[in-house]
């Protein structure tokens, strides 16, 4: 009978081994789920962003580009104020091209260009 008990407690063990590797695997591919599906990344909000507000720097602002971001919203106020709008409508051009490149490029394209290489334009 101790045998037996043995070759259970054997198994007991080796089935808890295999579930505690299994239950790391799972949560590492959850943290990584979470990652690529926006954890980090701003490319969603950023582009839906410039898009409708940018002339107003505000998709520069989310990404962390806080110098860009004043750039544009001085262009759109003040330039814009001096040029009768030429200026703003300038800027919101950059704005809505610039949404449109974070749209079309894959998660990890835009996490790798405009977050972790920090490309502030275009």
């Not at 009768?84 to 300038?90: E, P, Y």
């Not at 950059?94 to 977050?115: A, M, P, R, V």
Request: include cysteine; charge should be negative.
């Amino acid at each position: 009978m101790s045998e037996e008990k043995k070759d259970s407690g054997d198994q007991a063990e080796e089935a808890g081994k295999d579930f505690k590797e299994e239950a790391k695997k799972t949560a590492n591919e959850f943290t990584e789920g979470l990652k690529g599906a926006g954890g980090d990344n701003k490319k969603i909000l950023a582009g839906i962003l410039a898009i409708v507000l940018g002339g107003f720097g505000v998709h520069k602002f989310i990404l962390g580009y806080n110098k860009e971001g004043i750039i544009l919203l001085a262009i759109t106020i003040v330039l814009g104020a001096v040029t009768c709008g030429i200026g703003a409508s300038a800027a919101w051009i950059i704005g809505l091209i610039e949404g449109i490149i974070y749209l079309t490029k894959s998660d990890e394209e835009f996490y790798n260009t405009y977050q972790v290489g920090r490309k502030p334009w275009f």
